[in-house]
């Protein structure tokens, strides 16, 4: 099944996206590892295997509407130096895909493409309450109790 | 049957279902019954409120706390609902009290002392009158609630004890996991 072309080109936008944002959490929680920071490695190597589903979610999606994903243009990475900036990094990555989401999903509205809708509203949900959330939370923690307690508790 | 307004329908059905009973609660032990079960309704809505606005700066343990607080409150008014259907009063939920919600940790531990003790002298005040009526099972029942509004004011009173000692960058750490 041909899909339409604006919902390719959303497509194949989302799919830079998700790939440097699998590579930044790939980078970071590698970081975190070899820190000693546990709890904030396992975490973000949760996320970096979520990023993956979600750039698979549109692959297939894409192949499915018989178009080849280009993976070589994929977005700028933004590898942080200190775990407030990697915090930071990563919270930015997941507003610019909810706002490209936001966008993709109304296009898709628009074409009446509603299964390609409708996988990209899980991604939507997944971005908002669960990635960017967890970001926005220990960013306040940080603030909160202190950035050395923190890292104490990412230990 | 012509329409009647919903409201007075459920009081008239209400009136009706109870007729053959054989007891009727002392008036005075009424109001203080529905006085107490007020103050818990406030309490069910501030401490569940507290929760999740805990729970939305990543702080569990509070969170957690606060959560079960909260349904120690809801079975503290089921309990005082029961009683005043079982003397044919009318329980009253609709008028809560005014929520004091914090603003930062502190503050809801603050205005959680503030409520509960608040609570607990509502309910003294309880049972002075339903020992004064010798109505020796609603005071029972307010008893067990003054225990367990005890056992909160001494939690509260223990984190602030905590703030001040450990420090309150500290404190927020400890509440960060779940107990």
């Keep these: 099944m041909k899909g339409k072309k604006r919902v390719l080109k959303q497509l194949q936008k989302l799919l830079n996206g998700e790939l440097a944002a699998r590579d930044q959490y790939f980078a970071h929680s590698r970081m975190y590892e070899d820190w000693g920071l546990g709890k904030l490695y396992e975490r973000i190597d949760h996320e970096m295997q979520e990023e993956t589903e979600h750039a698979d979610a549109i692959i297939k999606r894409m192949l499915f509407l018989e178009t080849q994903p280009d993976y070589s243009q994929q977005d700028k990475v933004r590898v942080g130096a200190s775990v407030t900036e990697m915090l930071k990094n990563d919270l930015e990555v997941e507003y610019e895909v909810t706002d490209l989401l936001k966008k993709s999903i109304a296009i898709c509205e628009a074409e009446q493409d509603y299964e390609t809708r409708e996988i990209l509203e899980k991604l939507l949900e997944d971005t908002e309450m669960d990635h960017a959330y967890w970001l926005e939370q220990q960013l306040g923690l940080i603030k909160k109790v202190g950035l050395k307690n923190y890292l104490q508790s990412q230990m | ?179």
Excluded: C
């Design chain 2, 1 to 179: 049957m012509p329409a009647i307004p919903s409201r007075i329908a459920s009081t008239f059905f209400f009136i009706k279902l109870k007729e053959a009973s054989q007891v009727k609660g002392d008036n005075q032990v009424l109001v203080a019954l529905n006085r107490s079960l007020k103050d818990q309704i406030t309490a069910i809505n501030q401490l569940f409120m507290h929760a999740r606005i805990a729970r939305n700066w990543g702080l569990k343990r509070l969170n957690d706390y606060e959560y079960q607080q909260s349904i120690v409150a809801m079975k503290m008014a089921d309990d005082l609902i029961e009683r005043v259907l079982f003397l044919e009063g009318l329980p009253n939920l609709q008028d809560p009290g005014k929520l004091m919600i914090g603003e930062n940790v502190p503050e809801i531990l603050k205005g959680d002392l503030k409520l509960m003790t608040r609570v607990r002298e509502g309910l003294q005040e309880a049972i002075r009158t339903a020992e004064a009526a010798r109505d020796f099972v609603s005071r029972e029942i307010l008893d067990e609630g003054l225990e367990q509004t005890e056992e909160q004011i001494d939690w509260i009173e223990t984190q602030q004890w905590l703030i001040e000692n450990s420090g309150l960058e500290n404190y927020l750490q400890s509440l960060m996991e779940e107990a």
